[in-house]
């Protein structure tokens, strides 16, 4: 198992326009739980059937992934995507009037 050594926020990096977490492997999180001195992030990968209990601590610029592993594959390239959505997802609110195609050929 690779080390959990990098993460990243997202601004506004989900579907629904949240903050997400995501680390060197690929992973990505929520937040489930925000106070003044920590945030707790979960894994993204739930459903009906199943939920992945994966966990990490934020305090301050200091990540900690919790004592429960992932139970599934992680996702490759996910921090590009992410980026590249939020990048459009910009443009689009800025540029009301250009067409789709000529927001996502100049990302």
Known sequence: MEPLNDFEIVRT?????SALLIDS????????????????????KRSKLFTCKAT??????????DTEAHTHPSLSEL???SNV??????????????SPQAITNGV
């Open 56 to 65: 990490v601590i934020q305090t301050g610029s200091t990540f900690k992934p």
């Open 25 to 44: 492997r690929s992973y990505k999180y929520t937040i489930k739980f925000k106070g003044k001195l920590s945030t707790r992030w979960t894994c993204c």
């Open 79 to 81: 921090l590009t995507s």
């Open 85 to 98: 959505r939020v990048e459009i997802k910009e443009k689009a609110t800025s540029h009301v009037f250009t």
């Open 13 to 17: 990096g989900s579907q629904r326009g």
